[in-house]
C-alpha cells in the first residue's frame, strides 16, 4: 500500500482518476486509524477525503449508468432479432 508521503503528485487542485482516488482515499483511512495524522491536519484530510469519496461515487454512478445503457441496447438488439 501506498502511503501518503509517497504521493506527492496529487494536488487538491488536480482531479484524480477513480484508482488514484480511492488510493489517496485508502491512505488517508490509514493514516487516521495509525494516528499518523495530528489534530491540525485533521480536518484538511477529512475534506480530501470527503472531496475523493464524492469523485469515486461519481465515477462508480457514471459507469454504472454506462453498463445499464450497453445492456439496454444488447437486450433491445437481441429483442429485435439483431443480435
Request: hydrophobic share 35%; proline share 1%.
Amino acid at each position: 500500500m501506498l502511503y501518503s508521503h509517497q504521493i506527492n503528485h496529487l494536488t487538491m487542485n488536480e482531479a484524480p482518476n477513480y484508482t488514484e482516488a480511492f488510493q489517496e482515499l485508502q491512505e488517508i483511512v490509514v493514516e487516521i486509524e495509525q494516528g499518523e495524522i495530528s489534530v491540525d491536519e485533521l480536518s484538511e484530510k477529512v475534506k480530501r477525503a470527503a472531496l475523493l469519496i464524492k469523485i469515486c461515487r461519481t465515477k462508480l454512478t457514471s459507469t454504472e449508468e454506462d453498463v445499464n445503457k450497453i445492456l439496454h441496447e444488447l437486450d433491445t438488439a437481441e429483442a429485435n432479432g439483431n443480435g
